[in-house]
């Protein structure tokens, strides 16, 4: 055995006896607040604690705390007595250890894989944290308590549900016999102030000033748009900033699966799928909705995403006067989205001609902003496309602005830059149409912007 073998026995043989003491005390206090917590169940009338409000309610809790520990002469420290307070209050009053993560504002996205198993994303990152529940058993209380927030429900027979928080956080549960290893959880977080073109540009460097104007433009002027994109590429945030351009005269009507939308303007209608019943009765579908919201009034209507065979519907309305409405879809590429959108026209069961069809999405949808997440967690406005109209059987579009990567540097970063195609679109002569002027040395292709 080596010198620095024989060395580092003792060390890790110390490591090695003050993890098993550290997993000792976790055990110990776990137990501990489990305790005091059904105490708690036990001496509250919890119909009476509803109707207090939430300061005075926490306040109780602490007092009911210290009172317990007093009497049951707990040796606690004023350290473990703050992390008992606080966590029982988390357990009563919000989503128990859910609610360390959802302060962080760091935090964008938290996966639960298991009970004992969390991820969270931080700054486009994933990492474990060390939160983590009691049980299985602890996971679905809180489970439960989420979805029947927003009258959803989850068992056995219906393993699957989307639900939100009061905070418009989204939240996916899956839970046995779907899931092999136990319930699971994802929460994809949004910023409580939400985010500006501003921030976009001189912050996160998403995107140009030029792309920016370009974009603000299109939306003062009703030009229908479409957002496309990966899962966490930024397609809500960016469908939000664009919607604050729209003036406030106009009266908008949003769809969505789950409502994640923070518009600003005080003329907004909000609409909300909803799932069949336990008796697979009452769902109403975004198709419906989007038929529906015709009778509305609308000027604009605004699809969170769209997925199924609502795109006929959603094509109809930009077809028919409801001009600058706008929408997100899952695809890799502008010309991916395009396919996908033909696709979902199929659903609708119409027996729609592929070159008709084709007909609707170019007379229908003028602009394709694709975003993209990279390796490294930043988020871009990859391209900016026109569709400027059919060829024989084919979409012809034409690319505006590009991000062209370049390589990669030695921390992992991608170094790349944005660049004009040298293409003016035609949706210019719109623009000037309602006031808004882009100059001619926003579409030169020499001026390379980082």
Known sequence: ?????????????????????????????????????????????????ETLPADRLRQEIATAIDGMLLDEDTPVSGIERRMLVRDIQHEMLGFGPLELLMAD????????????????????????SDVT??????????????????????????PMVDARLPDGSRVNAVIPPVALDGPMMSIRRFAHIPLKMTNLVDELHSLTPDMADMLEGLSRAKVNMMISGGTGAGKTTLLNILSGYIPEVERLVTIEDAAE?????PHVVRLETRPPNIEGKGEVTARALVKNALRMRPDRIIIGEVRGAEAVDMLQAMNTGHEGSLTTIHANTPRDALSRLENMIGMANLNLPHKAARQQIASAITVVIQALRLPDGRRKVTSIQEITGMEGDVITMQEIF??????????GRIIGHFQATGVRPRVAERLRAFGIHLPDHMFDPSRRLA
């Open 105 to 128: 504002p760091a935090v964008s996205d938290i996966l639960v894989n298991a009970w004992d198993k969390i991820y969270v994303e931080r700054h486009g990152k994933l990492e474990l």
């Open 1 to 49: 055995m080596s010198l620095r073998e024989k060395l580092s026995m003792p060390a890790a043989a110390d490591a090695g006896k003050a993890g098993a003491q550290q997993a000792i005390l976790r055990d110990a206090y776990k137990q501990l607040k489990e305790q005091m917590h059904l105490k708690l169940l036990d001496r509250f009338d919890l119909t009476v604690l």
């Open 133 to 158: 529940f009691t049980d299985d058993r602890h996971l679905m209380r809180i489970i439960d308590k989420i979805v029947s927030l927003v009258g959803r429900r989850i068992d056995e027979s219906s």
């Open 261 to 265: 939308l923070q518009l600003q303007q």
């Open 402 to 411: 590009a991000y062209h990567q370049t390589g990669v540097d030695c921390d």
